[in-house]
């Protein structure tokens, strides 16, 4: 029997160090790092933008040189990249590689072109002053004002790269919706259908597109080999609204044996996924967006006299079913390998007992390319240990019992959204059954915390040689696993799991790293590594919660609380500017930010109501975005957005602007709040809810600034100076002191700039600081609070309170999960309780972000990098040592390459501080105890303090 699944190379991530970087101070190097609006860098195919916008990086430059103009060369080409015309040669508006406006005329639906980009610069002869700097910080001088004579500097073309526009129209699309005709019982268990054609193919192939959607979820076959490598294709998005397709060049798997002339099939594995499947808490919802279950394929030949075949979905496929018995995203996949039926994808494939598929009505109106990268597996674990289970006795009821089977545990070291790979072989018949969980309780699998989601997939050998085989459309959060079937018992098992029998997959939304932080105390390191493994494990097509239980969604305040993190660690900003359309849409359809997006039936949770932290992600997230990237396009894409949801929380609140009505989550999860409430906080909510008004009203005037709406700017401007008036009279005794005097408050007044003038932020900031001594340096704040907690500290000249919060490591602290093992940042403060056992709350994962939002404070304040202008132009380098740590450091790719700071504590205490400025940025920079700042230009600098 052939593999099931084709075992794809991993790629690891990359090690990123200040120390690894290469100077930027050199040779005038051509563009490198060419990307298409924000997808990964490199070829873009199924492109969603008519007039996409390019970015790049020059890798070095001289001293004191910088780009005055820069040129695309735009090559036409036909699919199979063969040049229409000769290349037209275009100027470019910007010239800082930062997402350049389109300078030619909008793209058509399979438009192709091949593109290169090269800069002009000018550069000074006397070099800069402050480039290559290796000085005390007193002798640095800033960079020179102007050059006293300069010569131009091209820095040549870049490698090119190929951008490919899918179908943009809905009158491009002929696929339509086809699945099963045979009777489903919509309320029970469906088994995964397959749906198939045969054609032929009358000329040589020379180039062929296949465009891909479902409802549901699809993978496609060609010939019988797999089309891409995407997993869960076509994610989860507002279906109604916006269904996504995929676009896959197959010219390749036409034409693996010959010019592609003759007879192909092309077959598509379905499954339930996010559209119909079981998702959702409360025991969750079936069918959310239909019954009905579908492949939407269409593939276009284009032959080597220029004509095309089209061959899409419609009445004549054939619908029947395959080895997989039951798959879901929640519960795992069941799949019995006797029931394969080689070459259901080929032609010649007798699928006379196969039905005729039931037709839908075209989604060419919903139909939409995608902005973000695809999900992928992007790596591959090896057990870190393996041990058979003693078998026990489990009670039954009724005074009966039972003997559980005899289980092989599996520790993988690190949790992960995934999903396992085996490699087995066995008589015909043997069942192998895999469970998984995030962490053990009492020894064996803690599988409370997935609350109802099973967790489990089964496998039925073939039997007859080696078997090969991972789910092909479940996921879960995990980091321990068991097997029971192994064929030869658990010994057997054991010794081949250990041999590399047995595989962890990891799987997320494909996203190029960013950032790295490190430092000499190794449990902060693994606290900031926590962080960003959370959020690649809750990637997953959109931003969710937590991976591994009934749940899984896309929580707006959880991204709001974490977006400046989610920005340094990876380039999410398609995924998230995917998700926030989304996010808009719903928005529209409920009259208010929900708390999460899309937005599914959840008891509690239904309808959505109005909330501070969670709506506030409308105009938080964005704003994160841009200052990160710098890209004031999704500011104007959000801006309606982010708008609307200020005005609805000024129609809410009372004449003073206090938010002090309707229900609030307040800072949920507060570490006081009962394991069964978490809404009982030591906070007021309505304070915690106005304090977010004032930061959004505030944001949305900074938004509407950037965007030259000058009236909305002052407008929004005096709405945030109002709020935070109201919010002084109501919630302060107008000299620093809080109502209500928490860890929360003082932190969200301080970081929201509430506090009304420099003596009340100072005498806030100390009461701050005796909270924390008087707590014995642990953490009182939850989902509001945690974010900006050390910050508000570290800002009012408290940095050795924020220190001691950072590294106490009793419950609850940030360091208590790394010290009882975490390798994911917790949901709850005590998610494990000191013993060992899980909290008893039923809301209680191992993997969930929110908290580890203190991620962005050990980047900008403990490393000391952090953006000072939007797209990190100008970059803020002041770190703050303390907490008896001898060295950190933060690294970054920004939008114009990568910069670092890296410190270390040398003789005599003198700081040492090594800053990476790339070109086009430059830094200012403050060393502690500094009165004004030093501004570098590009270059590696050594300071010394």
Known sequence: MPPLTTIRPTVPEPEITAGGLADPLGDLAAPTHLKIEQYLPGDVLGGAHPAPRLSWEIASAPAGWAPTGADLEITRTDAAGTPLGEPEILPLEAADGVLAPWPAPPLASRDRVVLRVRVTGRSSETPDAAAGTDSDAAGTTAEADSPATASPADTGWSEPIAYEVGLLDPAD?????????????????????????????PRPVVAARAYISAHGLIRAE?????????????????????????????????????????AHALGAQLADGWYRGHIGFDGGYRNLYGEDIAAVVQLEVTHDDGSRSLIATDA?????????????????????????????????????????????????ERLVMPTDAPVRAVETLRPVEVSVQERRVLPLGGGEAELSPERVLIDFGQNISGRLRIRVSGPAGRTITLRHAEVLDDGVLGMRTLREAQATDTYTLAGGGVEEWEPAFAIHGFRYADVTGWPGGAAAAKAAIEDGAVLAVVIHTQMERLGAFACSDERVTRLHENSRWSMRDNFVALPTDCPQRDERLGWTGDIQAFAPAAAFHYDCAGLLGSWLTDLAIEQRAHGTVPWYAPVIPGGFWTPPEPAAVWGDAAAVVPWELFRATGDAGLLERQYDSARAWVDLVDSLTAEDHVWDSGMQLGDWLDPSAPPDNPLQAMTDPHLVATAFFARSARIVSQWAAVLGRDDDARRYGDLADAVGEGFRARYTDGEGRMTSHTQCAYALAIAFDLTGSAHNRERAGEHLAALVEASGGNVATGFAGTPVLTGALSDTGHAD???????????????????????????????????????????????????????????????????????????EVAPVPGGGLSS??????????????????????????DVVVPVGARARVRLPGSTAPVELGHGRHHLVG
């Open 316 to 364: 004549d496929w054939r619908a029947g079913v395959g080895e997989i018995l039951f798959t879901d995203l929640y519960d795992g996949e069941k799949v019995d390998a006797r029931r394969v039926a080689p070459g259901w994808s080929r032609p010649g494939f007798d699928d006379s007992s196969w039905l005729p598929v039931e037709v839908g009505a075209s989604d060419a």
């Open 173 to 201: 699309w002929r696929a339509l919706p086809v699945g099963p005709s045979w009777p489903e019982n919509p309320l029970a268990d469906r088994r995964p259908p397959r749906v198939r054609t045969e054609f032929d193919l």
């Open 888 to 913: 950190a450091e933060s690294v970054h790719r920004t939008p114009y390459g990568w910069a670092a700071s890296a410190w270390r504590l040398g003789g005599g205490g003198r700081l040492e501080l």
């Open 222 to 262: 060609i010939d019988g080999r797999r089309i891409g490598a995407d997993e869960l294709v076509p994610g989860w998005t507002v279906y109604g609204e916006r269904l996504i397709a995929r676009t896959y060049d197959v010219t390749d798997l036409l034409t693996a044996s010959g010019d592609g002339t003759g």
């Open 801 to 875: 309170a924020a220190y001691r919060l950072l590294l106490e490591t009793s419950c609850p602290s940030w360091l208590y999960a790394v010290a009882m093992g975490a390798t994911t940042t917790w949901e709850r403060w005590d998610s494990m309780l000191p013993d060992g056992s899980i909290n008893p709350g039923g809301m209680t994962s191992f993997n969930h972000y929110a908290l580890g939002a203190v991620a962005a404070w050990l980047e900008r304040t403990v490393g000391g990098l952090a953006p000072a202008e939007p797209g990190y132009r100008v970059i």
